[in-house]
């Protein structure tokens, strides 16, 4: 272990990236802007989303996917600032690893959607819902008006009913 971790850590041979941007200063922060910007809002997302989930935990029937998603957000994120980080030091074996460790958590994300997509697609969508509840609201409201016609036959009746009494 400590071998590889050695070999992993060896830059020596290796220029930093800001050698490829000819150490131009608008180039060489144009490309550290863009990722400082990327890799804040990959930042930013994954806590986002963290909030939604603790706060609905309870009514999300898959709510392990967006932390899924958080996670392989934050470690691209992670990759970004790496890419500011070699602008100035050449760790690219630490980037790539980095690089690796994001695949793997990307393609288990994408797994795991593909294997919870079905059940998913069986879940009814809140206008699928309001449907329904509105189909049965109709339907209540008919049964309502049909019990108010039985009430005031009956009424009627007993109407008719206590005047033949009164007038025997």
């Known amino acids: 272990m400590s071998r590889w971790l050695d070999w992993l850590l060896d830059s020596r041979s290796y220029m930093p990236h800001g050698h490829c ?36 935990r309870d009514e999300l029937p898959f709510w392990w996917i ?39 958590v990307s393609a288990a994300t994408a797994v795991a959607l593909l294997r919870v997509m079905p059940s998913a697609m069986r879940l009814q969508t809140p206008i699928q819902l309001q449907r329904e509840v509105d189909q049965r609201t109709g339907q209540l409201a008919l049964a309502n008006e049909r019990l108010r016609e039985a009430v005031a036959w009956r009424q009627e009746g007993e109407d008719e009913r206590t005047r033949l009494l009164a007038s025997e």
């Open 21 to 56: 941007y000819l150490w131009q200063s608008e180039t060489l922060w144009l490309n550290v802007g863009g990722d400082l910007l990327i890799g804040a809002s990959y930042s930013a997302i994954p806590v986002i989303l963290y909030l939604f989930v603790r706060e609905r």
């Open 66 to 104: 967006p932390l899924l998603f958080a996670a392989f957000i934050l470690l691209c994120g992670a990759t970004h600032f790496f890419d500011i980080f070699t602008v100035w030091n050449p760790e690219y074996r630490v980037e790539g690893a980095l690089k690796v460790v994001t695949g793997f």
